[in-house]
T-cell receptor, first 111, second 113 residues
Framework: KQEVTQIPAALSVPEGENLVLNCSFT??????LQWFRQDPGKGLTSLLLIQSSQREQTSGRLNASLDKSSGRSTLYIAASQPGDSATYLC??????????FGTGTRLQVFP | NAGVMQNPRHLVRRRGQEARLRCSPM?????VYWYRQLPEEGLKFMVY????????ESGMPKERFSAEFPKEGPSILRIQQVVRGDSAAYFC???????????FGPGTRLTVT
């Protein structure tokens, strides 16, 4: 059974810092991996999608890497800003097409 | 180009009543997924539907919960005889097909009093 873990559970940093959020999964037979952002009381915003054949994806200040064999993905946020404060979720998709989510990393970036 | 729409955004029901949650997928999407987020927990898959078909309902509770995605109209998640433990945020996602990226709606927050 696939299990997804995110470390750390919470993170509080001053703005300007570069951050690394970690996601690990127990079954390497994944179709793809997706990183989302969730603001309090809101829905999910997709940030990056990495297919199983890819090693990384970049969008602006965000970079996500995938090491399928070791069951790990990292989300790198460069030059963090207070507007980055949110909960970050990773989710893996197996061939059954459902997403299996981690419990998230709650990020606070203070001025 | 509207995204995934869910209504109502907030729903309050008393114990024993029925709750109906609606999801309209993005234009051109024929696959719908429902997820539930219990307080202080992660999102959990509930059910995956195509038009008029349930593809995977492995995450649905055995009783009181049902889902449909008719040929016309939105997908409906129905909870009969709600209990306090059903209080959660229910999210719908849609995609163009199996293996494609899922796009999420804003969610329906159900409160059972």
């Amino acid at each position: 059974k696939q299990e997804v873990t995110q470390i750390p559970a919470a993170l509080s940093v001053p703005e300007g810092e570069n951050l690394v959020l970690n996601c690990s999964f127990t079954d390497s037979a994944i179709y793809n991996l997706q990183w989302f952002r969730q603001d309090p009381g809101k829905g999910l915003t997709s940030l990056l999608l990495i297919q199983s054949s890819q090693r990384e994806q970049t969008s602006g200040r965000l970079n996500a890497s995938l090491d399928k064999s070791s069951g790990r993905s990292t989300l790198y946020i460069a030059a963090s800003q207070p507007g980055d404060s949110a909960t970050y979720l990773c989710a893996v998709r197996s061939d059954t097409d459902k997403l299996i989510f981690g419990t998230g990393t709650r990020l606070q970036v203070f001025p | 180009n509207a995204g995934v729409m869910q209504n109502p955004r907030h729903l309050v029901r008393r114990r024993g009543q029925e709750a109906r949650l609606r999801c309209s997928p993005m234009k051109g999407h024929s696959h719908v997924y429902w997820y539930r987020q219990l307080p202080e927990e992660g999102l959990k898959f509930m059910v995956y539907l195509q038009k008029e078909n349930i593809i995977d309902e492995s995450g649905m509770p055995k009783e009181r919960f049902s889902a449909e995605f008719p040929k016309e109209g939105p997908s409906i998640l129905r909870i009969q005889q709600v209990v306090r433990g059903d209080s959660a945020a229910y999210f719908c996602a849609s995609s163009q097909g199996q293996g494609n990226e899922q796009y999420f709606g804003p969610g329906t927050r159900l409160t059972v009093t």
